[in-house]
């Protein structure tokens, strides 16, 4: 995944020269496409940050379609990805999804290395925690810094997972094991791109000053959990449907000895997505509804954000705010015990073609995605000065509202499922953010 926030020039070369085709066959179908064997897409990443500076980097996805008897489906995925920012920003990931790697079972297996120097952090439950957004815009006379909304992270996950279809039945079950090692800490000033004060303060600073946050998690820790749960999946495809619903129930649990800090805890985390073809499998209306509420324990603040899941689109599953989550919003804007979102898509690609032995297809789609705090996180006021709450400096005395976004995107698909995804998104309140540009790969659900 690439993202681009606000302030970001986009300079992004959508470039998929390079497919090959390297099976020995061909069988020829005169009624519909297939592919056979091996192919592969090559996407270079070309990008501009004002902190970070220039991006740089590749991204391929290799797919193997076996005799082509189950295209559009794949045995095997192999997606692979690495990008850098000249300022020390790093993603390294590889992600597999087969099968035919264990009998009558789906097997992913992902890998992620993401040095993040300027990771968003807003606070905690929404509204609750305010935005500032002229504090990070230097053309404002309220500007304090670029990063006061920043912190560095450093997340190196390992995520396993298997799903096994139940004979003659749309339903499944599925299991998995998940890894982090999070480092976290405040931003490297010394290698960020603008000239920022080495003495400018950070959210993140001064919740750790104010004992917001506790000394054990502060600098991140080690943590794992396992997940567990059934789903029903009736779609009419995978990367592009056009009928049917995919709904998942997953309880998370994290005993002790998976953390370096004692934590445990129990999340339960709900997914409904639905899609209605509107006409000719060419006009799609897709919705997703998403629900996660901490059953007992507590979670560290860094993994607040994270949402469970089985398999991942992207190189991260994490938000209410983002490219995979809320189009527009800043970053983990909502983060919370307990959030519930909702994305609505309006699907409509026109063409569809057939050009160096590939199947091609262009799309559009317009959007809007919610948000809101459902569970609170439990804020440790006690430290933090009595001014900085009565005159709503970072804190509001009033509940979470919901949170909105609009937007617009592009999609270049090949074979059904290499798709190089590109959303616009705005948030609807300045209190969330300005507007966000990302590009990425896949529909979003």
């Known amino acids: 995944m690439i993202y681009m926030n606000r302030n970001r020039l986009l300079l992004l070369l959508l470039v998929l020269a390079i497919t090959l085709r390297l099976t020995a066959e061909e069988k020829k179908d005169t009624t519909s496409f297939r592919k056979e064997g091996f192919t592969f897409g090559v996407l270079p990443v070309v990008a501009y ?3 970070l500076g220039f991006q740089y980097g590749v991204l391929t996805n290799l797919y193997w379609y076996g005799d082509g008897s189950e295209y559009p ?8 990805e690495c990008s850098r920012y000249v300022a020390g920003t790093m993603l390294l990931r590889t992600y597999l999804d087969s099968r035919k790697l264990l009998p009558g079972l789906r097997t992913t297996i992902d890998f992620t290395w993401f040095n993040d120097l300027t990771m968003d952090f807003t606070g905690f439950n929404g509204r609750e925690s305010l935005y500032h957004r002229e504090w990070e815009d230097e053309d404002s006379e309220e500007y304090r810094t670029s990063i006061y909304y920043r912190h560095s992270r450093r997340m190196a996950r390992l995520m396993a997972g298997v799903r096994k279809d139940i004979e003659n039945t749309p339903f499944y079950w599925q299991a998995g094991l998940t890894l982090f090692n999070m480092k976290i800490g405040t931003v490297d000033k010394s290698k960020l791109k603008s000239d920022v004060p080495q003495d400018a303060t950070t959210l993140y600073e001064q919740y750790c000053k104010w004992n917001v946050l506790r000394e054990n998690e502060r600098r991140g820790g080690v943590d794992g959990f396992l997940r567990a749960g059934i789903g029903i999946d009736t779609r009419q495809g995978e990367a592009f449907s056009t009928g049917g619903i995919w709904s998942e129930l997953l309880l998370s649990v994290a ?11 129990v999340k339960l985390t709900i997914y409904h997505r639905q899609y209605f073809d509107l006409y000719k499998e060419k006009l799609v209306l897709a919705y997703r509804l998403g629900v996660q509420h901490r059953l007992s324990g507590r979670q560290p603040f860094y993994l607040l954000p994270h949402w469970v899941t089985n398999t991942l689109g992207s190189a991260t599953s994490q938000g209410l705010g983002g490219a995979k989550t809320m189009r527009g919003l800043v970053r983990n804007r909502i983060v919370a015990d307990g959030t519930a979102m909702g994305n609505i898509e309006l699907r409509w690609v026109p063409i569809r073609f057939q050009w160096l032995k590939q199947h091609w297809s262009l799309g559009f789609n317009a959007f809007s995605d ?11 006021f006690e430290d933090v000065p009595k001014d900085m709450i009565e005159s709503h400096f970072d804190f509001s005395s009033s509940n979470d509202k919901l949170h909105a976004s609009t937007g617009l995107g592009v999609k270049i698909g090949m074979n059904s499922n290499f798709v190089v995804s590109a959303d616009w998104g705005k948030a609807l309140d300045a209190n969330d953010g300005a507007s966000g540009f990302y590009v990425q790969m896949n529909w979003l659900f």
């Open 73 to 80: 489906k794949y045995d095997h995925s192999l997606y692979l």
């Open 49 to 51: 940050d004002n902190d």
């Open 370 to 380: 919610l948000g809101i705090t459902t569970q609170g996180y439990d804020v440790n």
């Open 255 to 265: 005993p002790r000895f998976f953390s370096n800090h004692d934590n445990h805890w």
